[in-house]
């Protein structure tokens, strides 16, 4: 079981950066491919980014070019590097773990955060 937890989500101005963490408990974190959705209010949730257990990396176009994953096994955490955000990257932004490859389903994943509200303003 493993157990996920956002943070670092605020209030930033439009063009501003932030980096989200998830830090992740149980021992076998190395082994699982980490993925980040958002929902923004209205609308479903949608793929941002993922990333395998050996880094190999995968974005949505909307996010190519801005954001940028990683992940540090050492500290059982993956992070959501965001640069030059706009107000449409308003929305809650959820990690999510999967024992499979990474992909942009969400059923591929097994585990979720609770999510971390991110507000661009304009």
């Known amino acids: 079981h493993v157990q996920l937890v956002e943070s670092g989500g605020g209030l930033v101005q439009a063009g501003g950066s932030l980096r989200l963490s998830c830090a992740a408990s149980g021992r076998t974190f190395i082994w699982y491919s980490m993925g980040w959705f958002r929902q923004a209010p209205g609308k479903e949730r949608e793929f941002v980014t993922a990333i395998s257990w050996i880094s190999n990396t995968y974005y949505a176009d909307s996010s190519k070019g801005r954001f940028t994953i990683s992940r540090d096994n050492g500290k059982n955490t993956a992070y959501l590097q965001m640069n030059s955000l706009k107000p449409e990257d308003t929305a809650v932004y959820y990690c999510?773990?999967?024992?499979?490859?990474?992909?942009?389903?969400?059923?591929?994943?097994?585990?979720w955060g609770q999510g971390t509200q991110v507000t661009v303003s304009s």
């Open positions: 999510a773990a999967g024992a499979g490859d990474p992909t942009a389903m969400e059923v591929g994943y097994d585990y």
